[in-house]
């Protein structure tokens, strides 16, 4: 069983910066796509951000490049730096995983954590 554990959620003041972490059970992490989502009350899920099994990266257009997606294959865990916050963006962050290994647009993704949530202040 694949699980995905999402970690470091809080409040932060507008401009400042968070790491998430998602704790997994993969023993290849590195063959998989990672990927993480943000949702918001009243908001549909949205995919900000991405890992590949071949290490390219994606990032949403509206993280407006505050995000950073690196990776440790050895704990294993895939972390989500975000600098910048805006209080317009206060939601629940989830992890996800999909075996498929390289991140494809519009692919279904296999293995979903509980999320983390994440709170800004003016």
């Known amino acids: 069983q694949v699980q995905l554990v999402e970690s470091g959620g809080g409040s932060v003041q507008a401009g400042g910066s968070l790491t998430l972490s998602c704790a997994t059970t993969?023993?290849?992490?590195?063959?998989?796509?990672m990927a993480w989502f943000r949702q918001a009350s009243g908001k549909e899920r949205e995919e900000v951000a991405s890992?590949?099994?071949?290490?390219?990266?994606q990032y949403a257009g509206s993280v407006g490049g505050r995000f950073t997606i690196p990776r440790d294959s050895a704990k294993p865990t895939v972390y989500l730096l975000i600098n910048s916050l805006k209080p317009e963006h206060t939601p629940v962050y989830y992890c996800?995983?999909?075996?498929?290994?390289?991140?494809?647009?519009?692919?279904?993704?296999?293995?979903w954590g509980q999320g983390t949530q994440v709170t800004v202040s003016p």
């Open positions: 996800a995983g999909d075996s498929y290994g390289l991140c494809r647009s519009g692919g279904a993704f296999n293995s």
């Open positions: 993969l023993n290849r992490l590195n063959t998989y796509c």
């Open positions: 890992i590949g099994m071949n290490g390219a990266t």
